[in-house]
Every structure is written in C-alpha cells, then in structure tokens.
C-alpha cells in the first residue's frame, strides 16, 4: 500500500523476501539492519508476523526483530522510527467513544504483547538516545473492511499512507502513540492524536456498510465490547 503511494521520498525496501531494487534480510539480522539503516533520515518499521502465533515465532521475529529495528537506527544515526504497533497492544479496554491515544496497555495476545514491547522499546529508545519514535496503533488496514469491527477499526490504503507522511514529516514529535484509524464514521477510538501530527483522515468505512452482514454473533458481540475484537477470545 505504501510503496505504491507514498510519493516524494526516495525509498529503500527491506523484507525477508526479494523485492525488485531492494534488500533481501531479516529483521532480526542486526548486522544487516544496520547496514540497511546507513545514511537514511527515517525508518518505517512494518517486518513481524501481522497475527497471533506461537509464543517462540512471536518472540523470535516480532521482539527481538523490533530491537534489532531501533538498535539499527541508533548504531547507524537514524533520527527518527515509524513503529507499526496495533489495536492489540490495548486490546482487552473495553471499547468507548473517543478511547485516547495513549490507552494503558492491555494485550489480547502474544502478539499484543509484542506490540507492548516494541511501544517500551521506542519508549526506552526515545528517553535514553534521542531517537523520535511514533508507534501507530494500527486498526484493520485493508482495502475494505472484512466485517462489521471494521466499520468502526477501518483504516483505508489512503490513509494510512497519510498518517505515515504525517508521522515523517511532523516537528519534533518526541514518543508518542497514535490511533491508526479513517474519519469511520462509526469509529471508537480518538483521532486527537492524529490530528496533533497533521494526519487528517478522509475515508470511511460507511461506504462499505451495505455489504457486509453479520457474521459470528459471538466474535461480532467481541468486536463492539473490546478494542481488539476476537483476538479477546
């Protein structure tokens, strides 16, 4: 989503799998995240397994991949690191209208709680090496939403490439959170935080409410009372 639109920066791709002008390496290689960090302003950090797993695989990529990302940035003089965190690091708040950026966390999951200790470590980061670190608590980033959650956790491909433009260029940002989240017309969370760093939401999930219809009645019973919907259960 991002690659295609996020224009006006030159970029340099990462992923464990070959991307045409890219590096092929793994998050967790240090060495070769540093290599990779040379001479670049900014780090957008999206490497993880996106889901629950086991708690080794969870470990093994998403924590020490998420230290590997900083300590890079630090070792090579980055100033600054986009995180993508989730819903899921504060997933077991129950749900209210304009739930604030900076919610405790709450984990739902083993990946919940990698995004906890990836926010810690941009926290740590931040406080004890300068770095500016934004953690993006991601809600359901695709095309359209999958369910009715999504009418409310949408976050549209447009979107989140105006919050990620949003999160590299904004002034002196310090360690923050912020709700990755469209204008949903039946969102939960605040879009306060967004606004602070000059990222202006303008799609809906609305668009798509006629085509979707209920699914599960437990999972959808999930979704409307906790922040992280069925990873709760």
């Known amino acids: 989503m991002l690659r295609e639109r996020l224009t006006g920066y030159d970029l340099r791709l990462l992923d464990i799998e070959p991307i045409e002008g890219g590096i092929t390496a793994s998050v967790t290689d240090l060495d070769a995240m540093v290599a990779a960090c040379e001479g670049v302003d900014a780090v957008v950090h999206l490497g993880g397994i996106s889901g629950e797993d086991a708690w080794e695989r969870i470990r093994d990529v998403n924590i020490e991949g998420t230290y590997c990302v900083f300590e890079a940035a630090r070792r090579a003089g980055v100033g600054r690191v986009v995180h993508a965190s989730s819903n899921h690091a504060v997933g077991f708040h129950e749900n209210s209208p304009e739930a604030p950026d900076d919610l405790a966390p709450r984990p739902d999951t083993y990946y919940g709680v990698s995004k906890v200790l990836g926010e810690a470590l941009g ?19 695709f095309d359209a939403p999958h369910d009715l959650r999504g009418l409310s956790t949408w976050l549209s491909p447009g979107d989140v490439t105006r919050l990620v433009d949003a999160a590299l260029t904004c002034e ?26 000059g990222y ?4 809906d999930a609305e668009q798509f409410a006629d085509q979707l219809s209920p699914g599960d009645p437990t999972k959808d019973e999930a979704g409307r009372r906790y922040v992280g919907g069925p990873f709760t259960l």
């Open 123 to 141: 926290s740590l980061y931040h406080d004890r090496h300068g770095l500016d670190v934004l953690c993006l608590r991601i809600g359901s980033c």
């Open 200 to 203: 202006h939401p303008q799609d």
């Open 172 to 197: 002196n940002p310090g360690f923050r959170t912020v709700w990755g989240i469209s204008a949903n017309t039946r969102r939960f969370w605040s879009l306060d935080g967004g606004r602070a760093i």
